[in-house]
């Protein structure tokens, strides 16, 4: 899949955003190595700290289907429907990544392609623990 498709359908994944507190909408499409897009949009709650942003809700809905590699995300992020601005992704977001994903995964923004590795060069992993 094109770089610039994956990017239209985090835009469409973001029409989905429940995102009342903060007005800003999120949207990520995280392709999998067998070319599955699984979509996932920021939802917010009243209780703030409860958030769930779009990169972890793809994640979740992804491998709650049994789908646990992928190459490539896409995010998206408006406060106004102008999604010409980067989205990086939070540091809950690529930790969460980082348990699916290698360093090479790639991440699709508006300003252009990154690694996994240029947003999380090191990273707590299973290793860590031993
Ligand atoms: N948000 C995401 O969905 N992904 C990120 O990587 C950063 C932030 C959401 C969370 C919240 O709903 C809104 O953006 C403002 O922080």
Not at 8 to 19: I, L, N, Q, R
């Amino acid at each position: 899949m094109e770089r610039k498709e994956l990017f239209a359908e985090a835009v469409k994944a973001a029409e989905m955003s429940y995102s009342k507190y903060s007005g800003f909408s999120v949207g990520a499409a995280l392709l999998t190595v067998d070319g599955l897009v699984f979509k996932g949009c920021n939802i917010e709650n009243a209780s703030f700290s409860l958030t769930n942003c779009a990169e972890r809700t793809a994640v979740f809905k992804a491998v709650s289907e049994g789908y646990m590699n992928f190459s490539a995300i896409a995010i998206a992020g408006s406060s106004g429907g102008d999604f010409s601005k980067p989205c990086y992704p939070c540091g809950a977001c690529l930790q969460v990544l980082s348990e699916f994903c290698g360093d090479d995964l790639i991440i699709i923004l508006s300003d252009g392609e990154y690694k996994l590795s240029d947003f999380l060069p090191k990273r707590f992993c299973e290793e860590s623990m031993k």
